[in-house]
């Protein structure tokens, strides 16, 4: 009777055991299902749930609404179609540039005239001595060296026309080149008129005046013109045209722009450029055929009407008529929009002859593309 008691005993504690086991299954179910259904979604692209068969293809997403905006492909698919289309390339609007090269041609036609009229205006030695210059007092004058100055020029200049000549927008860097050299010239027109100096030096062969006789003054400026105003053709043969050097601007200015519109990887050349101009500037004052302040004030006004008209040109806020771009106020700002309009801040760089890397990007040294 013991035995079967404890045996009866044993199974009741057993039963229990099993019924509390499956109390606490009950309350662990009820405290994992929550207590209020998901609110509906107002998306109306959310996916269903997807019932189908375990590794199958995913579902297709459901058309876009009506009126809603199209429906684009996942980041990362490699849709040929997702990929923004490329910027069309700038226009080349050649009328523009031969507007700026009749432009630069004018100019220097209207410097041979100034020329031929200042050099009515020069003083004699006699009267007028060279005036005294620091560079003149310490260097001893170098026959040769201004012959150096232009021949540096020529080959500076074949170079930069070379290059620019297979350059892909050449109309566009053609027309600043173009603006540029012009207005400098004009800019010389009026100080070597306003301001006439006396010869540096009495190494001068000045031709005699012929005030007056304006048939004989016409024949030089076309004489003048004929032979680029260099004395290596024998074409320069007037005086006065001094405050600022001529040869200056052309080396300076030839020099940004080769060295700018050059790819980096180009550093013999442009290196090249750079000694070719700082030689030939060094020449004209070993030669003491300018005054050091000619020399001076055309590196100034050349370089600062070059990044100016560039930094313009590069910057969209500084192409706007609004009050706030004090750059609006410069006298050429109206010729400038005409001939930058069109333009991208950022002009590709590429060359359009195989044997010069065609279809190649490259940066260029201060225009950065975007």
Same mark, same amino acid.
């Given at each position: 009777?013991?035995?079967?008691?404890?045996?009866?005993?044993?199974?009741?504690?057993?039963?229990?055991?099993?019924?509390?086991?499956?109390?606490?299954?009950?309350?662990?179910?009820?405290?994992?299902?929550?207590?209020?259904?998901?609110?509906?979604?107002?998306?109306?692209?959310?996916?269903?749930?997807?019932?189908?068969?375990?590794?199958?293809?995913?579902?297709?997403?459901?058309?876009?609404?009506?009126?809603?905006?199209?429906?684009?492909?996942?980041?990362?698919?490699?849709?040929?179609?997702?990929?923004?289309?490329?910027?069309?390339?700038?226009?080349? &609007?050649?009328?523009?540039?031969?507007?700026?090269?009749?432009?630069?041609?004018?100019?220097?036609?209207?410097?041979?005239?100034?020329?031929?009229?200042?050099? &009515?205006?020069?003083?004699?030695?006699?009267?007028?001595?060279?005036?005294?210059?620091?560079?003149?007092?310490?260097?001893?004058?170098? &026959?040769?060296?201004?012959?150096?100055?232009?021949?540096?020029?020529?080959?500076?200049?074949?170079?930069?026309?070379?290059?620019?000549?297979?350059?892909?927008?050449?109309?566009?860097?053609?027309?600043?080149?173009?603006?540029?050299?012009?207005?400098?010239?004009?800019?010389?027109?009026?100080?070597?008129?306003?301001?006439?100096?006396?010869?540096?030096?009495?190494?001068?062969?000045?031709?005699?005046?012929?005030?007056?006789?304006?048939?004989?003054?016409?024949?030089?400026?076309?004489?003048?013109?004929?032979?680029?105003?260099?004395?290596?053709?024998?074409?320069?043969?007037?005086?006065?045209?001094?405050?600022?050097?001529?040869?200056?601007?052309?080396?300076?200015?030839?020099?940004?722009?080769?060295? &700018?519109?050059?790819?980096?990887?180009?550093?013999?050349?442009?290196?090249?450029?750079?000694?070719?101009?700082?030689?030939?500037?060094?020449?004209?004052?070993?030669?003491?055929?300018?005054?050091?302040?000619?020399?001076?004030?055309?590196?100034?006004?050349?370089?600062?009407?070059?990044?100016?008209?560039?930094?313009?040109?590069?910057?969209?806020?500084?192409?706007?008529?609004?009050?706030?771009?004090?750059?609006?106020?410069?006298?050429?700002?109206?010729?400038?929009?005409?001939?930058?309009?069109?333009?991208?801040?950022?002009?590709?760089?590429?060359?359009?002859?195989?044997?010069?890397?065609?279809?190649?990007?490259?940066?260029?040294?201060?225009?950065?593309?975007?």
């Amino acid at each position: 009777m013991d035995g079967h008691r404890n045996g009866m005993k044993g199974g009741g504690r057993g039963e229990m055991v099993m019924r509390s086991a499956h109390v606490s299954v009950d309350l662990a179910a009820d405290l994992t299902t929550p207590l209020l259904p998901p609110p509906p979604s107002s998306d109306p692209t959310a996916l269903a749930p997807h019932h189908g068969a375990p590794g199958g293809p995913p579902p297709s997403p459901p058309p876009p609404a009506p009126g809603g905006p199209p429906l684009l492909p996942a980041a990362g698919t490699g849709d040929p179609a997702s990929a923004p289309p490329p910027p069309p390339p700038p226009p080349p &609007e050649w009328g523009k540039t031969a507007a700026a090269f009749v432009y630069a041609v004018s100019a220097l036609v209207a410097t041979s005239v100034a020329i031929a009229v200042v050099h &009515e205006r020069v003083p004699d030695m006699e009267v007028s001595p060279p005036l005294p210059d620091v560079f003149f007092d310490r260097i001893s004058r170098v &026959e040769w060296a201004f012959s150096v100055c232009e021949i540096n020029g020529v080959i500076l200049v074949s170079m930069w026309f070379t290059q620019w000549a297979c350059l892909t927008h050449r109309s566009i860097i053609g027309r600043r080149y173009f603006f540029i050299i012009g207005t400098l010239y004009l800019y010389r027109c009026i100080t070597m008129y306003i301001t006439t100096l006396p010869v540096p030096g009495s190494h001068f062969h000045c031709s005699p005046k012929v005030l007056g006789d304006v048939e004989l003054q016409m024949r030089r400026v076309m004489k003048l013109i004929a032979g680029g105003g260099l004395s290596l053709t024998g074409s320069h043969t007037l005086c006065g045209d001094y405050l600022y050097s001529g040869h200056t601007v052309v080396l300076t200015l030839t020099c940004l722009f080769a060295q &700018e519109y050059s790819p980096r990887r180009w550093f013999w050349y442009r290196v090249l450029c750079f000694l070719l101009a700082v030689s030939g500037v060094a020449a004209i004052l070993a030669a003491h055929d300018h005054y050091s302040i000619d020399v001076l004030a055309a590196y100034y006004v050349t370089t600062r009407l070059h990044y100016t008209y560039h930094g313009m040109a590069t910057t969209a806020d500084l192409k706007s008529r609004e009050s706030g771009n004090w750059f609006r106020k410069l006298w050429w700002f109206r010729i400038f929009l005409l001939l930058e309009g069109n333009v991208p801040t950022s002009v590709p760089l590429r060359f359009s002859l195989p044997m010069l890397s065609a279809g190649r990007d490259e940066r260029y040294s201060r225009v950065e593309m975007a």
